[in-house]
Each structure stands twice: as C-alpha cells, then as structure tokens.
T-cell receptor, first 112, second 116 residues
C-alpha cells in the first residue's frame, strides 16, 4: 500500500509564481524525499530531509517537515515552464527494512 | 558515469506470454529496487535486493512475478502468463548502500509494458 499522499493532485500556475505541494504520510519515518518525474518515465531525486530536520533548501526548492503532523511540503519558487512535471514524496518507514513508499504525486503545470 | 539503464524501453506482448525486463544498475551500487507504476498513479514497490542478502519480495503482487539479480549487478524481472492488468511502466532504481537514513535512489527510464 502507498504510504504518502500528495496534495493537490494537480496544480497549474503561471511562470514566475511559487508552487506549493504537500505530502502526508501515516507512520514514523527515517527520512522523507521528494522526486520529480517527467513524462511518466524515470524519477529524479530532488531533496532529502531527515526526520530530525524541519526545513531544508536547495536552490529554488524549500522543503519542510512536520513529524507531529506527519506532513511535508515542497515549495518551488519563481517557477519556470521547465518545472512542469509530476512530483512525488517518498518515505522510508522506521523498522520496515529498506522499502521506500511513494505517494500518489502532484502533477504541476507551469504556464509560460 | 552511466546511470541506471533498462531494456527494453517498450514491450508489447499478448496476454498469456512471459516477459523479461532487464535493469543495469549504477556500477558499485549494492541496492536495487523494482517498482511498478500504472497510468497516472504513484509507484508500487515490488522487490528489493541488497548485496548478497535474500531479496525482499514482499511487494510482488502474485507468484507470476519473480526477479533475480546475478552477481550483485544486473537484475531481471520476469512476469509469467501476463495479464492485461500487468500493463504499466516498470521502473528500476539503485542506491549506493541501501542504508536507511541517507540513501538516494537513482532511477532508470523504465520499461513500458503493454499486454494486449
């Protein structure tokens, strides 16, 4: 079963605007990662945040993690048309081996 | 260096036939994962290999699915007696250590399987 759910399922914004995607999960985790997928093919790792971290930045990406609410958000600032893709959160649960659990994804469209 | 590669990129088969999907992980990566992604859906974990340890097969949906990893490198996912519901993109990923905290997965481009 899938561990995470992203919200919204789809998001459409104008180029230059910020995009915020949320991820909720169900059980305690070791870390949470965000991935990007273009055109239904391979995923590309964006950023990892550990369970003891609350916020992390990488370029135009900002990730927050609230373990008390079991949720994370991904903010993409100053969006570009090239950011159009699907974004997935993935969690590694504690004490369940090395399985990664992926959410259902948010489809982001950035309109030029 | 080369990333994760998968072959074939597309496979069309008839219901009831067997198919083999291949994954070449990044050299030196000890962990290898197979996932399945149906149209518009998230990734479904199938199986995980870590070094010489017994694989974690807990995600395989039925006994028609099996996977091998020879010599700790190349992996083959086999689907026997394919069904139409097996149609999906099959993604392979590898990671350096398979440890819990810091591992990042590197994905291949996937194999799109269509069962007619």
């Amino acid at each position: 079963s899938q561990q995470g759910e992203e919200d919204p399922q789809a998001l459409s914004i104008q180029e230059g605007e910020n995009a915020t995607m949320n991820c909720s999960y169900k059980t305690s985790i070791n870390n949470l990662q965000w991935y990007r997928q273009n055109s239904g093919r391979g995923l590309v790792h964006l950023i990892l945040i550990r369970s003891n971290e609350r916020e992390k930045h990488s370029g135009r990406l900002r990730v927050t993690l609230d373990t008390s609410k079991k949720s994370s958000s991904l903010l993409i600032t100053a969006s570009r048309a090239a950011d159009t893709a699907s974004y997935f959160c993935a969690t590694m649960r504690q004490n369940t081996g090395n399985q990664f659990y992926f959410g259902t994804g948010t489809s982001l469209t950035v309109i030029p | 260096g080369a990333g994760v590669s998968q072959s074939p990129s597309n496979k069309v088969t008839e219901k009831g036939k067997d198919v083999e999907l291949r994954c070449d992980p990044i050299s030196g990566h000890t962990a290898l994962y197979w996932y399945r992604q149906s149209l518009g859906q998230g990734l479904e974990f199938l199986i995980y290999f870590q070094g010489n340890s017994a694989p974690d097969k807990s995600g395989l949906p039925s006994d028609r699915f099996s996977a091998e990893r020879t010599g700790g490198s190349v992996s083959t996912l086999t689907i026997q007696r394919t069904q139409q519901e097996d149609s999906a993109v099959y993604l392979c990923a590898s990671s350096l250590t398979g440890t819990r905290i810091l591992d990042t997965q590197y994905f291949g481009p996937g194999t799109r399987l269509t069962v007619l």
